[in-house]
């Protein structure tokens, strides 16, 4: 009878760990999954990532490195707060996004993705820096861009977060150090009048309306057509 229940446990307790191995594999395979590397370096990464869904993207898109710039010089984002920290979080001004030197590395790099992508395709990014601890971790700021005309969109996932750099502790060699969960961010832009909600109900810059009205280099409208 001992060995008969004991059996019955690890029969039991083999299928739950495949039954918690397969929900972990299809989890992940739901989520977007990169196809090509357009630049890896120590500061910048830029990178296709295939969308799970079919996403009927206008890519590519033709945009210079000067138009980009202008677009997310734009952007700020406050991190999104439930209550009761959500009253107090409304009192903070949004942080800008991008610093002028991060845009200066970055904006390129995403011209070359947003050429390089195809239609079910959205162009990640990721900046590099120092964290406080520089041997352990560093800060990392990560998201997404993508264009369905006439709408430019932008998924946030870090903003100067801590993300370990090790694979594993040296404590505990069997538990690698995991990124920490994406955060949710609340993004605003500005002027406020081209951040509208299109017909899904999701947040799009008019970007090429944007382009237009505001100087580029010094002169308006050098959109692309």
Excluded at 185 to 203: A, N
Excluded at 216 to 225: D, F, L, M, Q, W
Aim: hydrophobic share 40%; proline share 8%; net charge neutral.
């Amino acid at each position: 009878m001992v060995k008969g229940g004991w059996v019955r446990q690890s029969t039991v307790y083999a299928l739950t760990m495949l039954s918690v191995v397969g929900i972990v594999l299809v989890g992940c395979a739901r989520l977007p999954y990169t196809t090509k590397v357009v630049y890896e370096g120590p500061q910048v990464k830029v990178a296709l990532q295939h969308e799970v869904k079919s996403a009927g993207y206008s890519h590519p898109v033709q945009l210079t490195a000067q138009e980009v710039t202008a677009i997310l010089r734009g952007f700020s984002l406050r991190e999104e707060q439930r209550l009761p920290l959500r009253w107090f979080a409304e009192e903070t001004a949004p942080k800008q996004l991008f610093r002028e030197d991060e845009l200066a590395r970055l904006c390129s790099y995403l011209v070359d993705g947003l050429r390089a992508a195809g239609p079910n395709e959205r162009v990640h990014f990721a900046l590099f820096a120092p964290g406080m601890n520089p041997a352990d971790a560093r800060s990392v700021t990560a998201g997404w861009i993508a264009v369905r005309e006439p709408y430019l969109y932008l998924g946030m996932e870090y903003f100067h977060t801590e993300v370990p750099i090790r694979t594993n502790d040296n404590y505990y060699q069997n538990y690698p150090l995991l990124p920490p969960e994406p955060k949710t961010y609340l993004l605003f832009f500005e002027p406020g009048r081209f951040w509208v909600m299109d017909q899904t109900g999701t947040r799009g810059l008019e970007y090429r309306q944007f382009l237009k009205a505001v100087p580029v280099n010094g002169a308006p409208g050098t959109s692309s057509p």
